[in-house]
C-alpha cells in the first residue's frame, strides 16, 4: 500500500461539479422559516420546559441563509465579471 503519490504519479483532478446553490440555500432557510412558526406557536411548552433559547434559534439560520444569498450573488457577479475580461496578464516568473 502506497501512502504517497509524486505529483507525476496523480491523476488529474476532476472537474468541479456544476450545482444549484441557490436552491440550496433557499431550502434551508425555508426549513428554518417553518421550523420558527412551530417554535412560536409552541411557545407555552417551549417556556415550561425552559427551552426559550429554541425560539431565538430559527431566526439565526435565517438570517445566516440571507447571508449566504448574498455571498453567492457576490461569487456570481464576480465570476460573470471575470469571464467577460478575459484571461488576465500573466504574472509570476517569466511573465
Request: net charge positive; proline share 9%; glycine share 12%.
Amino acid at each position: 500500500m502506497r501512502l504517497y503519490l509524486r505529483s507525476r504519479d496523480r491523476r488529474p483532478d476532476p472537474a468541479p461539479l456544476a450545482t444549484n446553490d441557490r436552491a440550496t440555500v433557499l431550502v434551508g432557510t425555508g426549513i428554518w422559516a417553518v421550523l420558527w412558526l412551530a417554535a412560536l406557536l409552541l411557545h407555552g411548552p417551549l417556556h415550561e420546559a425552559g427551552r426559550d433559547w429554541w425560539i431565538w434559534t430559527p431566526p439565526a439560520g435565517i438570517a445566516l441563509g440571507a447571508l449566504g444569498l448574498r455571498y453567492l450573488e457576490r461569487r456570481e457577479q464576480q465570476v460573470r465579471r471575470a469571464g467577460r475580461a478575459g484571461p488576465g496578464p500573466r504574472q509570476g516568473p517569466g511573465a
